[in-house]
């Protein structure tokens, strides 16, 4: 089963890549941002509970998707852009392992503890 959701993740990974390549962004913008929502994992400089707030908010998938359809409702690249990173993010982490947090640490996901 866990090939299967690693699978899924590398298909929705995939996706976000195909949506970028319809913007008129040059590559270097992806590989320049594709890292970007992991500055959700500074609110753990804090504590565990703000900490893992901010890196599932950074890492939420629906928060990404919302996002791009706005941008794509407002014909506006740069908030597609900003979906597609955080969906493209979130896929790769989770095809790594790396789930959304729980508040008892950074290593307890809800795909189990890294």
């Known amino acids: 089963m866990k090939a299967i959701l690693k699978l ?3 298909a929705m990974f995939l ?3 195909f949506l970028f390549s319809q913007l ?11 890292m970007a929502p992991d500055i959700g994992m500074l609110g753990y400089l804090k504590n ?4 893992a707030w901010f890196y599932n908010l950074f ?10 359809l706005v941008g794509v409702y ?7 852009f900003a ?20 508040e008892q640490g950074f290593k307890f996901t809800h795909l189990g503890e890294i």
Not at 24 to 33: E, I, Q
Not at 48 to 51: F, R, V
Not at 59 to 68: D, I, S, T, V
């Open 8 to 10: 899924e993740e590398l």
């Open 15 to 17: 996706l976000g890549i």
């Open 24 to 34: 008129s962004f040059s590559w270097w913008w992806f590989l320049a941002f594709i």
């Open 48 to 51: 565990e509970k703000i900490g």
């Open 59 to 68: 890492h939420h998938k629906g928060l990404a998707l919302l996002l791009y």
């Open 74 to 80: 407002s014909s506006n690249e740069t908030i597609q």
């Open 83 to 102: 979906g597609i990173i955080l969906f493209a993010h979130a896929s790769f982490d989770r095809l790594l392992g790396y789930g959304l947090k729980y």
